[in-house]
């Protein structure tokens, strides 16, 4: 707890610059005895902070410390701000400006204090590259150049042009005004509009892009998770949706749910198995859905499913021939 107090202490007074220990003790909710001694133990542990006498006095640290401090380049800085999850900073292109930024923030920290936190590092692992079953995480890779190119439009408010190849089609130019990047599950996502049009493009399809002069048509404040909910519930509910009737084993709920649009209906049968009515956003999802549940479930409804479940079925069984 003391720990915490102590580097509370110094960036209160990294930020706010000169405070009295009555100031201080009320902001870290303590008693000026107990400001007192923390400063002591700073100036033991090398935090160059000084004492002004007077009525207007007060503690500051020393310019060369705030220098040393505030030594972060742009890309750094920002890169500390999506740090918490280290996976949107190489999403974003700046894995290398984040590392960089941790150097220098472990290099400003008094020596005890570097210890600890080095210590306390080891001991934390976030989103490693393999979970418990030895699955790689599925983590995209987008050049720097472009990268860098489409962050640097986001940020200063122009227009972007991108060479962006869909699903199926030839790459192809698109100039479009850039909202914002969010980055799910491993994969970047570029918001932007297009003729006044909402559109999202999947950075790793990005093939070039280039940064243009003019500003870009987009409102001057933007609350960005809800631009993605908003654009995620369209993705789902648009398209040739599919609705199922199928049986579930009860034990593979959970998966159902977890892919389905929506789940309509539900209720137990006498066997204990699920009658879940679900809708798809189309017949490939609705194929691909149900043949993760393997045997699991049972199309009901409609026809043509069953139908393409059993032609599937068969196709595997026919790599398989008793001996």
């Given at each position: 707890m003391r720990a915490d107090r102590l580097v509370s202490l110094v960036l209160l007074l990294r930020q706010r610059g000169q405070l009295s220990a009555t100031t201080l003790a009320r902001e870290l909710e303590v008693s000026t005895r107990t400001v007192l001694r923390d400063i002591e133990a700073l100036s033991a542990a090398g935090v160059p902070v000084y004492a002004e006498r007077g009525r207007h006095g007060g503690f500051a640290l020393l310019p060369g410390f705030q220098t040393e401090l505030t030594g972060l380049g742009h890309d750094e800085a920002l890169a500390l701000l999506v740090a918490g999850s280290r996976r949107g900073a190489q999403a974003f292109g700046l894995g290398s400006a984040l590392a960089s930024a941790m150097l220098k923030v472990v290099d400003a920290l008094p020596d005890s204090y570097r210890d600890t936190a080095t210590g306390a590092a080891q001991r934390l692992l976030l989103e490693p590259e393999i979970d418990l079953l030895s699955r790689r995480r599925d983590t995209e890779e987008v050049p720097d150049a472009v990268m860098a190119a489409v962050r640097?439009?986001?940020?200063?408010?122009?227009?972007?042009?991108?060479?962006?190849?869909?699903?199926?089609?030839?790459?192809?130019?698109?100039?479009?005004?850039?909202?914002?990047?969010?980055?799910?599950?491993?994969?970047?996502?570029?918001?932007?509009?297009?003729?006044?049009?909402?559109?999202?493009?999947?950075?790793?399809?990005?093939?070039?892009?280039?940064?243009?002069?003019?500003?870009?048509?987009?409102?001057?404040?933007?609350?960005?998770?809800?631009?993605?909910?908003?654009?995620?519930?369209?993705?789902?509910?648009?398209?040739?949706?599919?609705?199922?009737?199928?049986?579930?084993?009860?034990?593979?709920?959970?998966?159902?749910?977890?892919?389905?649009?929506?789940?309509?209906?539900?209720?137990?049968?006498?066997?204990?198995?699920?009658?879940?009515?679900?809708?798809?956003?189309?017949?490939r999802h609705a194929v691909w859905a149900l043949w993760q549940l393997a045997t699991n479930a049972e199309v009901l409804e409609p026809q043509w499913l069953r139908t393409t479940m059993h032609d599937r079925a068969a196709a595997m069984l026919s790599h398989y021939p008793q001996p």
């Open positions: 640097r439009a986001v940020l200063a408010g122009h227009r972007l042009r991108i060479q962006y190849a869909a699903a199926d089609q030839a790459p192809e130019w698109r100039t479009v005004d850039p909202v914002g990047l969010v980055t799910v599950r491993g994969q970047g996502y570029l918001l932007a509009t297009k003729s006044g049009e909402d559109r999202t493009y999947r950075l790793s399809r990005v093939l070039d892009a280039e940064e243009l002069t003019e500003p870009a048509e987009r409102p001057d404040q933007i609350d960005l998770g809800q631009a993605w909910q908003e654009r995620s519930t369209r993705f789902r509910t648009s398209g040739d949706q599919v609705a199922v009737l199928a049986r579930v084993n009860p034990v593979r709920r959970k998966d159902l749910v977890g892919t389905a649009l929506a789940v309509l209906s539900e209720e137990t049968a006498e066997d204990g198995w699920l009658l879940m009515e679900a809708t798809f956003q189309d017949s």
